[in-house]
């Protein structure tokens, strides 16, 4: 199964823009990468998802490297109601679509 | 709509009683999904349902047993349980559940389980 690997924790200043990284080096060719995040007890959110173009929505942009072992989730002016857990995701197919979530990154915005 | 729906918010229960999570989505996703989320860890896949099947179950224990009685509803039926079950329970759906390389899936909010 591929996995990601994320930091465990980032801070941004509010109005800036946060930058969080993930590394699926075990990615196959035609599994796609998600971004969902998720603030304290709440379900999960889903935010973008790409398979080797960089896309963009009314919520962030999503960077993916050209060898696609790595991506950049970009929020672009980060808010306080930005804080959260960011999890990077490879999704696999084995009859079902499995997900597995790593870690994720638990980004902080300040004021 | 993108919204899934889970009662109740919130369940305690003794270790030997019985009880049901139900989840429900009208979106026409064919594949929905129960995930256990202890504190301060990432939510871990319980079983998937693609057209009403079980198709993958990640082993979880007896005491844990989900039914799929139509497209749009999703239970968890709970017996017998341990205090080290505890935890939020997430449902999800999502559209495509055959052989395509992508497939976006939507969280409810969750049920948040005590076992005493």
């Known amino acids: 199964d591929a996995k990601t690997t994320q930091p465990p924790s980032m801070d941004c200043a509010e109005g800036r823009a946060a930058n969080l990284p993930c590394n699926h080096s075990?990615?196959?060719?035609?599994?796609?990468v998600y971004w969902y995040r998720q603030i304290h007890s709440q379900g999960p959110q889903y935010i973008i998802h790409?398979?080797?173009n960089n896309e963009t929505n009314e919520m962030a942009s999503l960077i993916i490297t050209e060898d696609r072992k790595s991506s950049t989730l970009i929020l672009p002016h980060a808010t306080l109601r930005d804080t959260a857990v960011y999890y990077c995701?490879?999704?696999?197919?084995?009859?079902?679509?499995?997900?597995?979530f790593g870690a994720g990154t638990r980004l902080f915005v300040k004021a | 709509d993108t919204e899934v729906t889970q009662t109740p918010k919130h369940l305690v229960m003794g270790m030997t009683n019985k009880k049901s999570l139900k989840c429900e989505q009208h979106?026409?996703?064919?594949?929905m999904y129960w995930y256990k989320q202890k504190a301060k860890k990432p939510p871990e896949l319980m079983f998937v349902?693609?057209?009403?099947?079980?198709?993958i179950n990640e082993s979880v224990p007896s005491r844990f047993s989900p039914e799929c009685p139509n497209s749009s509803l999703l239970n968890l039926h709970l017996h017998a349980l341990q205090p080290e079950d505890s935890a939020l329970y997430l449902c999800?759906?999502?559209?495509?559940?055959?052989?395509?390389?992508?497939?976006?899936?939507?969280f409810g909010p969750g049920t948040r389980l005590t076992v005493l």
């Open positions: 999800a759906s999502s559209q495509v559940s055959s052989g395509s390389s992508t497939d976006t899936q939507y």
């Open positions: 790409g398979l080797k």
């Open positions: 075990t990615i196959s060719g035609n599994e796609y």
């Open positions: 979106m026409g996703h064919r594949a």
């Open positions: 349902y693609s057209y009403e099947k079980l198709s």
């Open positions: 995701i490879v999704r696999v197919w084995t009859g079902g679509f499995k997900t597995i």
